[in-house]
């Protein structure tokens, strides 16, 4: 399975924006300094988040980002969609006639391969930003 540090880093970065946003909102300088992402990387990655309408940005000598819904309602999935990231286990195109490596059937494993992606994406489809905050402060007891 693959999954970038765009991806990675986009969660990180809602993460920690979840968890500081309560009264002011939150410059991408202080999370690139919290979490350890290069600013120029989270402008690119807001930029996509701000598309998708996942967070909002304000203007001013206070500002900078928050999220456009609460925690709890933005889900591991939305992120990834937002930036392009894609939870792929096997090589092929599932809609494809062709079968794995281009060759006119399926490889032995595939359907494993098939049935643990199924499985990743029910997994981030459960988590939201809330459940990794919540297990953060938690696990900080």
């Known amino acids: 399975m693959k999954l970038t540090s765009k991806g990675r880093y986009a969660v990180m970065a809602l993460a920690d924006l979840a968890r500081f946003d309560n009264v002011n909102p939150v410059s991408l300088r202080d999370i690139s300094l919290?979490?350890?992402?290069?600013?120029?990387?989270?402008?690119?990655?807001?930029?996509?988040?701000?598309?998708?309408e996942i967070v909002q940005s304000v203007r001013g000598t206070q500002g900078g980002y928050v999220l456009n819904k609460k925690a709890k309602e933005i889900k591991l999935t939305n992120i990834f969609d937002a930036v392009d990231e894609k939870v792929k286990t096997v090589q092929c195109k599932k809609e494809s006639k062709k079968g794995c490596h281009g060759k006119s059937t399926k490889c032995l494993t595939h359907n494993l391969w098939?049935?643990?992606?199924?499985?990743?994406?029910?997994?981030?489809?459960?988590?939201?930003?809330?459940?990794?905050?919540?297990?953060?402060?938690?696990?900080?007891?």
Do not use: A, P
């Open 34 to 52: 919290r979490q350890g992402i290069s600013l120029d990387y989270l402008e690119q990655i807001f930029s996509k988040l701000r598309k998708k």
């Open 114 to 141: 098939d049935e643990l992606e199924n499985h990743i994406k029910n997994f981030f489809e459960k988590k939201n930003l809330e459940d990794l905050v919540k297990d953060n402060i938690e696990r900080r007891i």
